[in-house]
């Protein structure tokens, strides 16, 4: 099934942030695919390339990349006549095209549309509270989660979260007043939560962070009032940091974390998202220095569905689980949906579809395969 025509075009993701969308046409019909890219994005990801024109969508528009895709991209690849099965092939054509380590030339909003056109159960992690810099509360932590690992299924997991987040919005109404449910980033709550208060299933779930602490880094040390007036007299050293966390594992049910290379001792599940950046060479260094144990795995991060499927591989290969996030800034496409099985209605489609075969990992979310 050769590719007979391929278009891209500028859409609108849920940010109102222009992202690439791009249908590809063969003899079975129309394939379409848009992924986003991301409210923020670590050092070592591969680029999303940008018009940088400040009078057109105050310089995040993508005619640069669409332009790539349909002068340079679709001639080459409907003239080698390639079959759609053939992503392999595919996607290292595309990525030797631009030459870049980082996708810099097409950009990576480019090459992972083209490449996702072509292709077409684990525990769910629900993002509740924002802090840090997707907040403008007090909260110095970026995101707060919760992991339903009490469950028997998916579908329960998912009425314990639902419940959870019903739960803490009245939580937060009664402490703070309504206007503090107002919702921001990815519709997590924002309030500015200075103690904590029960929200319901307590013994059926656990806590999970982003911290984010590259957002308050300062040198050698780290400021965790860094919304307010810079102080250096009120910064903590990286020891008294990793303390810090240490109690919170110890006084209340965290088991996660992300980034933070001095937890890998800590007995937790430490994601690697800004360090490994769904990159394959990144995931091998990090294994090598022991800073991780988990993959946080987002394709717009590397840009290709090749080198996305063999980050996840490799972690697989080496021990380590994988957590599947979308990335900030979501379209309507769906194949994200079922390739990571990462947005809520699809799945409950999917389990009930399986019936008896898939077996909801709980309690095993950190090595769902062990019997």
């Known amino acids: 099934m050769s590719i007979l025509k391929i278009h891209a075009r500028e859409i609108l993701d849920s940010y109102g942030n222009p992202t690439v969308e791009v249908d590809l046409f063969t003899s079975k019909g129309l394939f379409r ?47 080698k006549k390639l079959n759609v099965t053939q992503q392999d092939k595919i996607d290292k054509l595309m990525i030797g095209m631009d030459g870049t380590e980082s996708k810099s030339k097409f950009g990576a909003n480019a090459i992972l549309r083209v490449s996702l056109t072509i292709f077409i159960l684990l525990v769910l992690a629900f993002n509740l509270i924002s802090g840090g810099s997707h907040a ?43 206007v503090a449910t107002k919702v921001g980033d990815e519709g997590k709550f924002a309030p500015n ?31 965790l009032d860094f919304k307010s007036p810079n102080d250096p007299n009120r910064y903590v050293s990286a020891d008294q940091l990793a303390d810090l966390y240490k109690s919170f594992i110890k006084d209340y049910p965290v088991v996660s974390t992300e980034d933070l290379k001095f937890m890998a001792s800590a007995g937790i599940q430490v994601v690697g998202d800004n360090l490994t950046v769904t990159n394959p ?12 144990n988990y993959l946080l795995l987002k394709g717009n991060q590397i840009g290709s569905l090749t080198k996305s499927l063999q980050a996840c591989k490799l972690a697989h290969a080496n ?31 999917i389990e009930e579809e399986l019936g008896s075969k898939p077996t909801f990992a709980g309690r095993n979310f950190r090595n769902p395969l062990a019997k």
């Not at 996030?325 to 489609?349: I, M, V, W």
């Open 33 to 79: 695919a848009a992924v986003s890219s991301g409210a923020s994005t670590g050092i070592y990801e591969a680029l999303v390339l940008q018009d940088n024109d400040k009078t057109c969508y105050m310089g995040k528009g993508v005619s640069k990349a669409v332009e790539h895709i349909n002068k340079t991209v679709v001639p080459t690849l409907v003239s």
């Open 136 to 178: 403008g509360n007090k909260l110095v932590m970026q995101e707060f989660i919760i992991l339903p690992v009490g469950a028997v299924n998916f579908r329960e997991a998912m009425r314990i979260g639902v419940e959870v987040y019903h739960n803490l919005k009245n939580v937060i109404k009664e402490k703070y007043r309504k």
């Open 193 to 223: 939560i200075l103690e904590h208060k029960e929200a319901g299933h307590t013994d059926k779930v656990v806590i999970g962070m982003d911290v984010a602490a590259s957002e308050f880094f300062r040198s050698v040390k780290y400021d």
């Open 319 to 349: 021990g380590w689980s994988v957590m599947v996030s979308h990335h900030s800034g979501e379209t309507e496409d769906t194949f994200f949906t079922n390739l990571y099985l990462a947005k809520y209605n699809q799945l409950l489609r």
């Open 281 to 292: 060479r990144r995931i091998a260094k990090v294994m090598n220095k022991k800073s991780c």
